[in-house]
């Protein structure tokens, strides 16, 4: 039997592709938004809808959270508690990945005996992996913490919102999830377990949506306002779009035209496949593998982050 379509795509704001590869991958029958990262406009959703000629029905995650901390004050401070947790291991985390990823390019740098170098270029990056994997698991279990003290699933507030969500997605032929603040469309789709809810559905997503359904969310930014850029393992995703690591606006947040930083990013998080996902880019998971995003002429192809720094086809 084979797997649900999961579709992920570049922003969309300049360059709407969504509604063709909506259309496509679910041609009949009710689809279900998910706007919440869009935060206070996450009802602004009129032009989604329209693009699927009204058959679009959003799940309002991020109004049902409001409705939740308001009926359910405890819930509400144990979250924000959580979040000042979550804040600081984030800081402790960034803090030793400074040192870490120079000390890894430092030692990239050393010209010598590759016997001697190579090792411990390897060490180096390892290093930053294992790091990598510990926040984590850190963060994890923190999530963990709050979720079994708090019987998250059990408190009605909880409840109550995940039944109707159930029963807008029961019968649906898709799900789109759609960008925006990141952290905060994870931790509504955490909050009501939407994941198994939409378990064998075609799941179509961009930008920070695509983000969201990989197995790591990575966040990036090789010239960012507060200075030095270091690419972070955020936070784990659902877990729809597996091997790989999407980079949406890849061609403004990141020097793609600098061989060395584009292969440190690749060779970090191998063996899933950096992905670019630009304003009209496209990448599919077809017969167990991701592809050029097929049946569409408005969607150019994902490039792949490969480690000898250059951007290759996501076949090559």
């Known amino acids: 039997m084979s797997s649900p379509p999961v579709v992920l ?4 704001r300049h360059e709407t592709t969504v509604g063709d590869v909506l259309n496509r991958v679910a041609p009949t029958g009710r689809l279900v938004t998910v706007t919440a990262g869009w935060q206070e406009r996450e009802a602004e959703d009129v032009e989604l809808n329209d693009l699927v000629e009204g058959r679009a029905l ?9 409705t939740v901390w308001r009926r359910d004050a405890a819930l509400r401070a144990a979250h924000q508690a959580q979040q000042d947790r979550l804040r600081l291991l984030r800081q402790a985390y960034m803090t030793r990945l400074a040192h870490l990823i120079e000390a890894w390019r430092d030692v ?9 170098l190579d090792p411990e270029r390897q060490a180096a990056l390892d290093a930053v992996r294992e790091l990598d994997a510990q926040h984590l698991q850190r ?10 003290a708090l019987e998250l699933r059990d408190r009605p507030a909880v409840r109550q919102q995940r039944e109707e969500i159930a029963r807008l997605v029961d019968g649906a032929s898709a799900v789109a999830i759609a960008g925006g603040h990141i952290a905060v469309l994870l931790n509504r789709l955490r909050m009501f377990d939407v994941g198994p809810l939409i378990a064998g559905l075609p799941v179509v997503a961009w930008s920070a ?11 990036f930014h090789d010239t960012p306002p507060q200075g030095a ?8 995703g659902l877990g729809f779009a597996r091997d790989i690591v999407p980079l949406p606006h890849a061609g403004t947040r990141l020097r793609l035209d600098d061989p060395t930083r584009v292969g440190s990013l690749a060779r970090r998080f191998a063996p899933a496949r950096c992905v670019t996902l630009d304003p009209g880019e496209g990448v599919e998971f077809l017969e167990g593998r991701w592809v ?8 150019r192809a994902s490039r792949r982050l490969a480690p000898d720094g250059r951007l290759h086809g996501l076949a090559a």
Do not use: C, K, W
């Open 9 to 12: 795509l570049g922003p969309q």
């Open 58 to 66: 959003n799940l309002t995650l991020y109004t049902r959270a409001e």
């Open 108 to 116: 990239e740098a050393l010209t010598g005996d590759p016997a001697v």
């Open 139 to 148: 963060v994890a279990a923190v999530r963990g913490e709050f979720d079994a």
């Open 209 to 219: 949506g695509a983000m969201a359904i990989a197995e790591r969310v990575v966040l």
């Open 229 to 236: 850029g270091h690419a972070e393992a955020f936070d784990a």
């Open 292 to 299: 050029p995003l097929g049946g569409s002429h408005h969607v």
